[in-house]
């Protein structure tokens, strides 16, 4: 069989693009992460970014934690129950969103949301030269613009997820006492008595790193937009899309590394 | 011999295949405007982007006061740039902040003035420009096109600085907005005392805010005088374009 000699200038062009790709991304990481730790500081932009982020993100996660866990339960109680292991319920809630569901969903949830709109806010200066008009104005656009939302998004990320975690267990709980018949206090025990403060700390590392991805994709593809209004939609999407599948990445790399001896 | 405010030697840049500044030789003498005229797509964004810092020239000079600023130290290089204002052709004005906060944005960021005393600040340049103080609490979006341009031009002046750039300032403008803006801008260049370089397609408003012009054909400089001999230079590039005439050298140009 012949070699496709055609395909190659494709597969070149391909492996050239994605090797600009990670170059670019990596440079713009170094960048706006040593501007986090350069003055001058933006308390009150670090503030903002962190509304955005974190408190305006707060329903929505809050929301898929509490259903996840209600869900959890009921589904934990339909294949445990074949194997008169309902007891195991409670630790299987409370392991599964602090150790993943917790961080993961609160991870995706915030990409759509503040992620989204960080990629369209930024795109929207770019293409209309805001951006510009920060250097003309002797502001680095790094530190001005994206120096804050890194930092934002690896402190809100940990609170949310840490709201995320609470409300997922209550999710589980009242499915189980209010459903299932499981008493409250032998519910409680059983989810405590399996839970360590690692799992905990894990999910939050998970989190702070989620943050800084979204942070760090919502920005570079904001930051790098062009050609008007379409390639400001470009950028929003290419942000969401990007950040999900490596939030889902990392999110096994991760796994591995804090969890598995 | 006066030394130029501006001066800029060989400049070249290109964007992979596409040269748009092929040896860019101009002077901008203090205290004067020079206005910068050309197609669309001849560089003349690219050339005022490279003297500001915005875009790295592949090589060529850009003295500001006799001072190479691409091969100043970064730290000299901002020095340099910090005495630049920019009015953007679209007003670049920030959606996020308020007017007030827009117009003393550089100020604040360079420490000329504490935030407590930013909205007097604010106020006092908007009337500068023509502008009542409750605008200054408006958000850009609430404005006209028209007012958008005066609070750019508001922010472009604020730090009163000696040499500044203006992008198409009349684009989009009814033709009396357009007259005022470049009465504003004459206003404000003569008050400061600044050199000023301003780009723009509009032929009336070249010769109100310019005192010398220069045409951009090809990636260079192809013809430099007066601003008021724009529209009676018998150069038939310039007659061509300041004309708007359809047929002549920027044609064939195209078609090659």
Redesign the interface.
């Known amino acids: 069989m012949k070699f496709p000699l055609n395909m190659v200038p494709a597969l070149g062009a391909l492996v050239l693009g994605t090797v600009e790709f990670v170059g670019e991304l990596g440079i713009f990481a170094i960048s706006g992460v040593s501007h986090v730790f350069r003055p001058p500081y933006y308390p009150r932009l670090i503030w903002r970014s962190l509304m955005e982020i974190g408190f305006y993100s707060l329903p929505v996660v809050a929301l898929t934690a509490l259903f996840t866990g209600m869900v959890l339960a009921l589904q934990s109680y339909t294949g445990f129950s074949r194997f008169n292991a309902e007891s195991a319920i409670a630790s299987i809630v409370v392991l599964s969103v602090t150790r993943e569901l917790g961080p993961v969903l609160a991870g995706l949830m915030v990409s759509g949301r503040a992620g989204a709109a960080m990629a369209a806010e930024l795109g929207t200066m770019r293409v209309t030269d805001q951006i510009d008009a920060l250097s003309t104005l002797s502001t680095n656009p790094m530190k001005y613009l994206v120096a804050p939302r890194l930092l934002a998004g690896v402190i809100a990320l940990p609170l949310l997820v840490g709201i995320a975690d609470i409300l997922g267990v209550m999710g589980g709980f009242l499915v189980s006492t209010e459903k299932l018949g499981f008493t409250p206090g032998t519910y409680l025990i059983s989810t405590f008595s399996h839970l360590k403060v690692e799992d905990v700390v894990s999910g939050l590392i998970k989190a702070a790193v989620f943050g800084f991805i979204i942070s760090l994709m919502g920005c570079f593809n904001g930051y790098r937009s062009k050609g008007g209004a379409q390639g400001v939609g470009a950028a929003t999407t290419s942000a969401v899309v990007t950040a999900s599948i490596l939030i889902l990445a990392l999110d096994y790399i991760l796994t591995q590394v804090l969890f598995v001896k | 011999m006066t030394q130029p405010k501006i001066r800029i030697r060989g400049l070249k840049k290109a964007f992979g295949e596409k040269k748009v500044l092929d040896g860019i030789d101009l002077d901008v003498m203090p205290g004067t405007g020079m206005v910068v005229i050309g197609g669309s797509g001849s560089g003349k964004s690219v050339l005022i982007?490279s003297i500001?810092?915005?875009v790295t020239p592949d090589s060529g000079v850009i003295e500001i006061d006799g001072e190479d600023v691409l091969k100043a130290s970064r730290g000299r290089a901002?020095e340099l740039?910090?005495q630049?204002?920019?009015l953007?052709?679209?007003g670049?004005?920030?959606?996020?902040l308020p007017v007030w906060e827009n117009v003393t944005?550089?100020l604040l960021?360079?420490n000329k003035i504490r935030r407590s005393a930013a909205r007097d600040k604010a106020i006092e340049v908007l009337a500068q420009v023509g502008l009542a103080d409750n605008v200054a609490a408006l958000s850009p979006s609430e404005l006209s096109g028209g007012m958008q341009k005066r609070v750019a031009l508001a922010?472009a002046i604020a730090s009163e600085p000696a040499i500044m750039f203006f992008d198409e300032p009349t684009t989009g403008l009814d033709p009396i907005m357009g007259a005022v803006i470049d009465e504003l801008i004459v206003d404000c260049v003569k008050r400061l005392g600044s050199t000023s370089v301003a780009i723009t397609h509009d032929m009336a408003s070249a010769q109100r805010i310019g005192d010398r012009a220069a045409m951009l054909y090809e990636g260079r400089v192809c013809w430099t005088g007066a601003a008021e001999e724009l529209l009676t230079s018998t150069d038939p590039v310039v007659d061509q374009f300041t004309h708007g005439r359809a047929h002549g050298p920027i044609k064939m140009a195209l078609r090659r």
């Open positions: 982007k500001i810092g915005l901002h740039r910090a630049i204002g920019m953007f052709q679209n670049a004005l920030f959606d996020s944005f550089g960021a360079q922010r």
